[in-house]
């Protein structure tokens, strides 16, 4: 899975830039967004592999991307990265296809991450 593309969406630079760099420096080809608008408008092409989505607040404010996936279909593997944990928000994802909801792992743990979780789903193929 490391040659697939991966779509990185959060309103913080800081995560933005640092989950970018590791997962590209592990061989992902890696785009950012740090707009949940632009991700929904982004993830219509079907150019991705993968989403990883940040929620930033109780308010979920990436929940659209959520809602944009259940729209079109698309079954596209969404892992959101909680900054801050929220059992409401972490139904509603799951509710919404969300392949996992996780604590804000270490830039450095993301490649694991991403590994696991799509590992059976490669198999299951």
């Known amino acids: 899975m490391k040659t697939g593309k991966v779509l990185v969406v959060s309103e913080d630079d800081g995560d933005l830039v640092s989950y970018c760099a590791t997962l590209t420096?592990?061989?992902?080809?890696?785009?950012?967004?740090?707009?949940?608008?632009?991700?929904?408008?982004?993830?219509?092409?079907?150019?991705?592999?993968?989403?990883?989505?940040?929620?930033?607040?109780?308010?979920?404010?990436?929940?659209?991307?959520?809602?944009?996936?259940?729209?079109?279909?698309?079954?596209?593997?969404?892992?959101?990265?909680?900054?801050?944990?929220?059992?409401h928000c972490y139904l509603e994802a799951m509710e919404l296809g969300a392949l996992d909801y996780l604590e804000r792992p270490a830039p450095k743990d993301i490649g694991w991450v991403l590994e696991s979780r799509l590992r059976p789903r490669a198999l299951a193929a």
């Open 25 to 87: 420096a592990l061989g992902y080809n890696v785009e950012m967004c740090s707009s949940y608008e632009g991700a929904a408008r982004r993830i219509e092409g079907g150019k991705f592999d993968l989403v990883v989505l940040s929620q930033g607040t109780p308010a979920f404010e990436g929940r659209r991307v959520l809602l944009r996936n259940v729209e079109l279909r698309r079954g596209l593997p969404i892992i959101v990265v909680a900054r801050c944990l929220d059992v």
